[in-house]
């Protein structure tokens, strides 16, 4: 589908044309999944500024502005130096920029852990401050508490486990999760917990694919994969790496176009231009009256 935007600068919002989509629930999104049968698998993108909402919304069910951010467009070295203003910001540029898929935003690391009552001042912020319908946070059983508190007050609360890269100092890495058959049955509880807790959803990363298989079926919640099989209820990939933005991605990541090749392209002949003298060309050059 092509769809075109214009720009109101009263609101900021982008106008899509054909009509606009109506904007998804996150109820919606929770009873894809009937008698443990997801019909229709969850599609999720990672997005993170106005423009990248703009042209993902259409074709998704979820856009997740993850705190993937610190490194995608930061350029930094871990998603740990990630702030609560950092999340604002680009939560609220993506809820500008969407019409139609449920926005959640990450509660980055440091801002939800101590206590609920931690997570639910900065949970709360964030859905207040962007317009965002839930937050995503990382961890098992150890946060099915705080999953519990947040739901319980009105704040939706998507889970996420097995490879968590907030922990990634405790991990020792990135590297995939579950390889004992003790932390297998971990990663399985540990969704088993957060979906009696209320979560709506869980991601599941990096895990090889009986041990998603298994958390798919012993939840009552859709799974969403991230290098853990097509056997979730759904997928989601940060859209950075499906593009091809980056030269090194995660081995499971599949690309759908070169856009690296494509910016640097541009780039190149855009310089050769200015260089000759060549740009800008006659029908682009200011024409006074
Ligand atoms: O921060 C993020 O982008 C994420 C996805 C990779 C699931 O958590």
Redesign the pocket.
């Given at each position: 589908m092509s769809t075109t935007f214009q720009l109101d600068t009263a609101t900021s919002r982008a106008h899509p044309t054909p009509s606009p989509l109506r904007r998804l629930s996150v109820p919606a999104i929770r009873q894809r999944k009937v008698d443990g049968v997801t019909a229709e698998p969850v599609v999720?993108l990672?997005a993170y500024t106005a423009r990248q909402a703009q042209l993902l919304d259409a074709h998704c069910d979820l856009l997740?502005?993850?705190?993937?951010?610190?490194q995608?467009i930061y350029g930094l070295p871990t998603?740990l130096q990630v702030t609560l203003d950092m999340m604002i910001a680009h939560g609220a540029a993506v809820v500008r920029g969407s019409y139609h898929a449920v926005v959640v935003v990450?509660l980055p690391f440091g801002t939800y852990e101590a206590s609920p009552e931690q997570a639910f001042a900065s949970a709360s912020r964030l859905l207040a401050e962007t317009g965002a319908s839930a937050v995503?946070l990382?961890g098992g059983a150890a946060m099915a508490e705080t999953v519990a508190f947040l739901t319980q007050r009105g704040i939706p609360v998507m889970g996420?486990v097995g490879l968590t890269?907030q922990a990634v100092n405790v991990l020792g890495g990135y590297n995939a999760r579950g390889r004992s058959d003790a932390e297998a049955e971990k990663i399985v509880s540990d969704a088993v917990a957060l979906d009696k807790a209320g979560a709506f959803a869980i991601?599941i990363?990096g895990v090889v694919e009986p041990i998603a298989i298994a958390a798919t079926k012993a939840t009552s919640c859709p799974t969403?994969g991230?290098g853990a099989s097509a056997q979730c209820d759904g997928q989601?990939?940060?859209t950075e790496d499906m593009l091809g933005m980056f030269e090194r991605v995660p081995r499971f990541v599949k690309r759908f176009a070169d856009v690296a090749e494509v910016i640097s392209g541009a780039a190149q002949d855009y310089a050769a231009q200015v260089r000759a003298r060549s740009f800008p060309g006659a029908e682009q050059t200011y024409q006074p009256k």
């Open positions: 999720m990672t997740l502005c993850g705190d993937s951010l610190g995608v998603s990450d995503k990382e996420h890269p991601v990363e969403i991230i989601v990939l940060v």
